[in-house]
């Protein structure tokens, strides 16, 4: 297998597999981004439109109703449903240069709209349960942000290459991949998990 369709699906099933392992972790979190809470059986997805441009949408459990939310002229990739069910928030490139940013949109395709995060690279997003906040990962580390883009604040820094959070059902944890300090991007990824507040940091699973 060509190691760039590797590496993609590589990540997808990470982002599959994450939440899963968690659910066995006791007090560490469980449960995914996908599906939505309300609409049990409708997946968000990302799809590829050229090599260096992707597309958001939406399809029900068994294959059926497919249909995309953003139309594929900008960088749309990364969705999160939000906690309510009807939208979908992220990582969007509008302009090509530009570091991607956290954009949220309704799953009818209406309603698009920015999460200011300043000069932040906005990737793979994570709603908190009540929707106060969310988790993203950027470049230099994960950061949490309110959803008018206030309080955005450092919740790790990328000693770990930090990357894919979920917030956990009850809020209480981050889970997140990541290499152990001063291993090189040859090691395998681990599973981690931290408070909100950055405490409590600890590994839950040896390589991913």
């Known amino acids: 297998m060509p190691e760039r369709i590797y590496s993609r699906v590589r990540r997808r099933v990470l982002m599959l597999v994450l939440p899963a392992m968690a659910a066995g972790c006791g007090d560490t979190p469980a449960g995914p981004d996908d599906p939505a809470p309300d609409a049990p059986l409708l997946i968000a997805f990302a799809h590829e439109v050229s090599?260096?441009?992707l597309r958001v949408g939406v399809v029900r459990s068994d294959?059926?109703?497919?249909?995309f939310v953003t139309d594929g002229t900008a960088n749309a990739s990364m969705p999160a449903w939000t906690?309510?069910?009807?939208?979908l928030t992220m990582s969007y490139q509008g302009t090509a240069g530009i570091n991607p940013q956290l954009w949220t949109i309704g799953v009818d395709g209406s309603g698009l709209r920015p999460i200011p995060i300043g000069d932040r690279t906005g990737r793979s997003?994570?709603?908190?349960?009540?929707g106060e906040q969310l988790v993203f990962d950027d470049f230099y580390?994960?950061?949490?942000?309110?959803p008018d883009g206030s309080g955005l604040r450092a919740l790790l820094t990328d000693e770990y290459d930090n990357?894919?959070?979920h917030w956990s059902p009850d809020g209480n944890w981050v889970l997140f991949t990541?290499?152990?300090p001063g291993f090189g991007q040859g090691a395998f990824r681990r599973l981690y998990v931290v408070r909100p507040d950055g405490s409590g940091l600890r590994r839950v699973a040896s390589s991913v």
């Open 163 to 165: 990357g894919l959070p």
């Open 63 to 67: 294959g059926t109703q497919q249909r």
């Open 178 to 180: 990541g290499f152990e």
């Open 125 to 130: 997003p994570s709603w908190s349960p009540g």
């Open 83 to 87: 906690p309510d069910g009807t939208q």
């Open 141 to 146: 580390g994960l950061f949490v942000v309110k």
């Open 51 to 53: 090599q260096s441009r």
